[in-house]
Structure formats: structure tokens, C-alpha cells
């Protein structure tokens, strides 16, 4: 075979539709997520409450205007490496919505005054969106949105409406602007779980989330595993 002609053959191979399993074989595996019993605890409670918040839009749903219905999603703050996000993201795609994962993918941000010492800026960095991105953002129901809180909210369509939330950040004010910016956006019967929940204490996620409820006239419907849990009327 001429030389010319084989290099044209070798380009014409090379153009051929690559296995499915091509991109799979050519990357790395990503190794798992490590977890602690106390994090298998978290997660199971956020195991029973996606479908319970979903059960609970059901009901309603003949009630709810097309145009919410058909913008519901369920969002995470506060992904760190995707260790809670896998357990929410087969519930995404059972029922075909859309799932957010919201971090700055930096760690955390500057404390503030309620943040005491125990997470300075930066710590739970990931170095960067990417890996989180290798792991889940070949489902096309998964929408990363890397910044930092609050500034990466403005990343929302406005006719986003929440089917479930997941808010783990660990500082205060972080908390208190998430759950401000989700409230109004949550669909009637949604729950929304908050991580870290220690009552009594005065510092980190716990007084932004009592405070809400308060300014709401609203109480929790339940507590396990530091995981607090209260639904939109
Ligand atoms: C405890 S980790 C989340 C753990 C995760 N939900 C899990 O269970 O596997 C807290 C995350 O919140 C993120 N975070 C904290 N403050 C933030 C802010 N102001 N904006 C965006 N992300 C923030 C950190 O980067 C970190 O990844």
C-alpha cells in the first residue's frame, strides 16, 4: 500500500464513531469517597427524606401551576467531593429532574463572626470543580455551579422551584443565604435538611437555622444525625 494511502486509511479509522466505552477505558477511576459511620448516618437520613419530599409534592402537584411543576430540581449546597451528592443523584434521575451541586469547590469562605475557629477560608478545598465534574457531570440531569455563596445564587433561573434541598456549608451566614434565596423557591411540600444541626449552640449552622424558623413561625419536623429537616407550607 502506498504510504500516502495508508496514512489516509489510518485517518478514516480514527474518524470512525469511538466505542461507547472508549471515554470510560481512557480515564483514570476516580477512587471512592471516603466515609465515616457518622456520614453513613447523615446520608441515610437524606436517603428517606428526597422521597418523602417528593411523595409530598405529588400530592399537591394538581395544584401546582405547569410552569413550576416543570422547573423542579432538587439542589445540594455544599457538595466537598459528591459524598452526599451520589446518594441524592439516583433520586434525580429516577424521577428526571434536575440536580444542583453548589460549591465553591474552594473550601470555605472568610468566617465570620458567628464561625468561631473551627473552619477557616479554605479549609475543604478540592482544588476546583474538575473532579467532581468527572464524577457525575456525565448525567445530563446533574447542573455544577462552582462559587462561592452568595454570589454564585445569582447562577439560578429565576423559575427554578426546589423539590428537596440539602444545605451543608457548615458557616452561618452562608446558611442564612441559602435558606433566604430558596425559601420563596421551594415547592409547597418540599423539605429542605440542614447538616450540622446541634441544639444550644450559638455559633455556625444552628442559630442561622433557628432563626429562619423563628422569623417563619415555623418548626422542624424532625431531627436525626444532626440532620434537621422542615417542610414549605
Ligand atoms: C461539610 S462539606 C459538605 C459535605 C457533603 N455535603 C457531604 O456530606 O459529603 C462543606 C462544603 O461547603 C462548602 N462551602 C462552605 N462555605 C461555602 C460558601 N460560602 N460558598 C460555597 N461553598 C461553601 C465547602 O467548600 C465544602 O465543600
Not at 456525565?138 to 444545605?167: C, K, S
Amino acid at each position: 500500500m502506498a504510504p500516502q494511502h495508508a496514512q489516509a486509511q489510518t485517518q478514516a479509522a480514527d474518524r470512525r464513531p469511538r466505542p461507547a466505552s472508549f471515554h470510560h477505558d481512557a480515564i483514570e477511576p476516580l477512587p471512592p469517597i471516603p466515609a465515616s459511620p457518622s456520614d453513613l448516618a447523615h446520608r441515610a437520613v437524606l436517603c428517606k427524606l428526597l422521597p418523602q419530599s417528593i411523595e409530598q409534592i405529588a400530592a399537591r402537584l394538581g395544584r401546582l401551576p405547569s410552569v413550576q411543576r416543570d422547573h423542579a430540581a432538587i439542589a445540594e449546597f455544599g457538595v466537598h467531593h459528591g459524598g452526599s451528592f451520589q446518594h441524592l443523584l439516583p433520586h434525580a434521575l429516577e424521577h428526571d429532574l434536575t440536580i444542583f451541586a453548589v460549591d465553591s469547590f474552594e473550601g470555605m469562605g472568610e468566617p465570620g463572626p458567628r464561625d468561631g475557629g473551627k473552619y477557616p477560608k479554605g479549609r475543604l478545598s478540592v482544588n476546583g470543580p474538575d473532579t467532581f465534574t468527572r464524577r457525575f457531570g456525565m448525567h445530563t440531569n446533574v447542573r455544577v455551579f462552582p462559587g462561592f455563596i452568595p454570589d454564585v445564587l445569582a447562577r439560578f433561573d429565576a423559575l427554578t422551584r426546589f423539590a428537596f434541598v440539602h444545605l451543608d456549608v457548615d458557616h452561618y451566614q452562608p446558611t442564612v443565604d441559602v435558606l433566604n434565596f430558596i425559601w420563596d423557591r421551594m415547592l409547597p411540600g418540599a423539605i429542605v435538611a440542614v447538616h450540622d444541626y446541634f441544639p444550644g449552640r450559638t455559633d455556625l449552622t444552628t442559630p442561622a437555622v433557628d432563626e429562619f424558623l423563628d422569623r417563619h413561625a415555623l418548626r422542624h419536623d424532625g431531627l436525626e444525625s444532626t440532620v434537621v429537616w422542615f417542610t414549605k407550607p
